[in-house]
């Protein structure tokens, strides 16, 4: 049996700021590109089980490549949204059908350009852990989710298995440097703070991975 994770440590709660989050990703987004193929390769599997029932009219916060993109259902309408110019230029090269400034745009998360009610479902992937306010970022996806709508997370934080949970806590700090990324968060316990309900919940990858179906309030 895996040993009980201590408690995680502060880095958890860390905040970051968008022109940390915008610097970060202007020098990766070439390099995630390029490792596209390989992202899919360990990460399509748990996409195509968060995202594979989503409907309708599609936001994808923080969308990075738009990688959630071939996980959804032909029949939705995507709009991917990030605070990254670099990544949204990746992303549209990397999907033809996607254009800049329609499909694709330059956007805070936690101050969605969107009326209320605007989406069918919301979704979102390994974003929470790099917001600076998450819990602000939670809010916009509920308000812009309509209230019969689905926001659909996959996120990744702190394992459930003792060693690597220690191991997280121990390299938090410099990863947060490095990649703006809180690594060793509690994904329900962040959608727990936000007007988000949690109707269902999986996890994988010894506990990192955490698949998350939420309606809003």
């Known amino acids: 049996?895996?040993?009980?994770?201590?408690?995680?440590?502060?880095?958890?709660?860390?905040?970051?700021?968008?022109?940390?989050?915008?610097?970060?990703y202007a020098d990766q987004a070439s390099t995630m590109a390029r490792f596209a193929v390989l992202n899919r390769f360990f990460?399509?599997?748990?996409?195509?089980?968060?995202?594979a029932d989503a409907e309708g009219r599609v936001l994808d916060v923080a969308c990075g490549l738009a990688a959630n993109r071939r996980y959804l259902p032909d029949d939705t309408e995507y709009v991917g949204i990030d605070v990254s110019p670099d990544m949204l230029a990746q992303a549209a090269d990397a999907h033809d059908d996607l254009e800049l400034g329609e499909d694709l745009l330059e956007m805070d998360a936690q101050d969605l350009?969107?009326?209320n009610d605007s989406f069918d479902?919301?979704?979102?992937?390994?974003s929470t852990c790099t917001f600076p306010d998450p819990g602000a970022a939670l809010a916009e996806?509920?308000?812009v989710c309509r209230p019969d709508g689905t926001v659909l997370l996959l996120e990744h934080g702190r394992s459930s298995v003792g060693p690597i949970a220690r191991f997280q806590d121990w390299r938090a700090?410099?990863?947060?440097?490095?990649?703006?990324?809180?690594w060793n968060q509690e994904p329900l316990a962040v959608v727990a703070d936000s007007p988000l309900e949690v109707q269902r919940h999986w996890t994988a990858l010894v506990g990192i991975l955490t698949g998350i179906e939420a309606t809003p309030e």
Do not use: I
């Open 1 to 24: 049996m895996p040993s009980e994770p201590t408690e995680p440590q502060p880095t958890a709660d860390r905040a970051s700021t968008l022109d940390h989050v915008r610097d970060v």
């Open 43 to 51: 990460t399509g599997r748990y996409r195509r089980r968060a995202f």
């Open 113 to 115: 350009a969107f009326e």
């Open 121 to 126: 479902t919301v979704l979102s992937s390994l």
């Open 141 to 143: 996806m509920n308000r």
């Open 173 to 182: 700090d410099a990863h947060f440097e490095k990649h703006a990324c809180r």
